[in-house]
């Protein structure tokens, strides 16, 4: 039995099974992640190839679990249609986090986000990761489809 | 060192709001006031293949900050909404494209052809790109507050000669040089009057450029829009 992390990172757990806490069926496997305008949080996943013909969601609120096997999800009926706003940008690729553009307030640009890591007990971003280095998660302002806005490094002493 | 872009290169930018991470607008045009040495703010047009011009203007006070790929503002509301300042925006103002520069000794170093901008909260105007009249290398001249200015001519004053550089790399170095220079030639000005009556040490500049995480800065910015 793999023992489940408390932080994973989004292509890690790409792809991972998708099981209902109640009937113990599988609703599909993580297709995408659905991460709130903020950027701190993940508000929902998009699953697919399972129990329904189309991509569904599954919001965060949704999850009970997420395990290094499987994810678990109250029930089936907890899975929707992409039927709100952001999860409609998403599905039709305007909204996504791996490479997009990160763009520092101060209006320079730093790379391509190639991963995020993830608290599996909140759903709460703790780092991007990028082709430049990683990026703490409290420097992230933003998330659109243009790019991840990010506070510049703090140049002076740590306060 | 702030990283040193042409205004033209402005052109283009997307402008991208910091609370939503979406390109808002992009730049269509820089307004220079040349009397006050300042960018007042940009034009816009609409982000997108059929973009035409954006009704409103944006004052450079509504910019959180003006970069190599992207201008930044706090929220959409700055660029779709109008804001006071705006309106400044499209007032006349004074040109400078295509001034002569001379000297104090009156030999003309040549012709404006564009603007010299730092990246940073207010796209300070920092030089002027002059093309010289024989064809040779273009200079940059720095700005400085004494520059008089009538409706073709633009003078460099004394100090200011020895700063002039031929590649944009090495004249960030020269500005912040002239800036210190300017300020050290009037400490009456700048310093409180010391106790004994002594000239006091030169004060601290005032206009230090921030350190910024600078781009390499003899490799002129293409400012191209994703």
Known sequence: ?????????????????????????????????????????????????????????????????????????????AVSDLSGDREEAVAKGKIHLRQTKVLMTSGFEAGEVTDAR????????????????SIPASRVRSLGSYALVVDPAPTGPAV | MTLLMRASDLMGLPVVSIDTGEDVAEIRDVV?????????????????????????????????????????????????????????????????????????????????????????????????????????????????????LSSDNVLL????EAFV???????GAAVSEYRSSETQAQPSQSQPPSASGAPAAPPPQPNQPPAGSASDPSAPSTGDPS
């Not at chain 1, 990172?9 to 709130?36: C, Q, W």
């Not at chain 1, 903020?38 to 569904?56: E, P």
């Not at chain 1, 993830?118 to 991007?128: A, H, M, S, W, Y």
């Open chain 2, 157 to 160: 004053p004394e100090g200011a």
């Open chain 2, 32 to 148: 220079y006031d040349a009397s006050t040495h300042r960018v007042l703010g940009f034009t816009l047009n609409k982000r997108g293949f059929l973009g035409g011009r954006l009704k409103s203007n944006l004052a450079i006070s509504s910019i959180h900050a003006v970069g190599p790929q992207a201008v930044m503002v706090p929220s959409e509301s700055d660029v779709l909404e109008e804001r006071p300042d705006d309106e400044a925006v499209s007032a006349p103002s004074t040109a400078v494209i295509g001034h002569r520069v001379l000297n104090a000794a009156g030999s003309e170093l040549g012709q404006v052809v564009g603007v010299i901008v730092e990246a940073g909260s207010s796209a300070a105007a920092v030089g002027y790109e002059v093309e010289p009249p024989d064809g040779s290398g273009r200079l940059f001249v720095p700005i400085s507050m004494q520059m008089a």
């Open chain 1, 1 to 77: 039995m793999t023992e489940s992390p408390a932080i994973e990172s989004f292509n890690n757990a790409e792809g991972r099974r998708v099981v209902t806490a109640d009937t113990a069926e599988e609703a599909g496997k993580i297709m995408k992640y659905i991460i709130d305008p903020t950027g701190h949080r993940i508000h929902a996943l998009q699953i697919g190839g399972g129990l329904f013909k189309s991509d569904v969601a599954v919001l965060w609120s949704d999850v009970t679990a997420f395990g290094g096997d499987a994810v678990m999800i109250r029930s089936g009926s």
């Open chain 2, 165 to 171: 550089r031929h590649d944009l790399g090495a004249f």
């Open chain 1, 118 to 133: 993830f608290d599996t007990r909140t759903g709460l971003l703790e780092t991007i990761e990028t082709d430049q280095g």
